[in-house]
């Protein structure tokens, strides 16, 4: 097989593939949330349940002051992570292109230098809570094969979009066909892995906020 033959393979039927796992798995997780059977509250409501589940969605965006105290190492690096990642992927002009000829819409880009720092900034950090788990005793003894899979996977993710984007790997349809392999590799764990919590935090925040926003306390 020629590197354009994998290429073709890997953005061909392979992604139509992973995407397809993808869109049904999520689809499917978040029905099964939907749909839990939780005892319905009979309780006089003593305030509003929409307004309160909203503002904990984005109050909680914020670090939370104690966790910072008591580890600020993984919750400092857990934040330029998704920060950092949040940027390369909706940000970089390349991505945004290609969304655009998928769907038609678009948005400025950042300079392709910046996104370089930022992706480089990210990969620093997910290698900084690899260690970390490694070398925190308590994190070690909590932490399962799932968590460092997808540190790894996600680090694969970027790490081969900057080799294809500065050709570090020649011949380029090879460096290209390893990142989109890494995305569909990740597009298909997704679902089924604590990746999912991508969605489900929201609804998880607006949940717990709505009830407590019933009892007339703040979550």
């Known amino acids: 097989m020629t590197p354009m033959d994998f290429l073709q393979l890997v953005r061909g039927p392979l992604f139509d593939i992973a995407l397809t796992i993808f869109i049904f798995g999520v689809l499917l997780r978040l029905f099964e949330i939907i749909i839990l059977d939780r005892k319905r509250d009979l309780s006089e409501a003593r305030g ?12 909680r965006f914020k670090p939370d ?8 190492v ?3 690096l857990g934040y330029i992570f998704h920060l950092g990642f949040f940027i390369c992927l909706l940000f970089f002009i390349p991505h945004i292109e290609l969304i655009h000829s998928a769907l038609g819409v678009s948005w400025p880009g950042l300079p392709n230098f910046l996104v370089d720092v930022v992706a480089l900034i990210t990969m620093g950090a997910l290698v900084g809570l690899f260690l970390y788990r490694l070398t925190n005793p308590l994190l070690r003894f909590l932490s399962s094969f799932q968590d460092y899979f997808l540190l790894v996977v996600v680090f694969l993710t970027l790490a081969t979009g900057y080799i294809a984007f500065h050709h570090i790997i020649e011949p380029y349809p090879l460096a290209l066909g390893l990142h989109l392999l890494s995305v569909e590799l990740l597009l298909v764990i997704f679902p089924f892995t604590k990746l999912m919590h991508t969605f489900t935090v929201f609804l998880g925040r607006y949940y717990n906020g ?4 019933r009892r007339g306390v703040q979550s």
């Open 48 to 59: 509003g349940e929409f307004i309160a589940g909203s503002k904990t969605i984005f109050r």
């Open 210 to 213: 709505a009830m407590a926003g």
């Open 65 to 72: 002051r104690e966790k910072l105290q008591h580890s600020p």
């Open 74 to 76: 993984p919750t400092i």
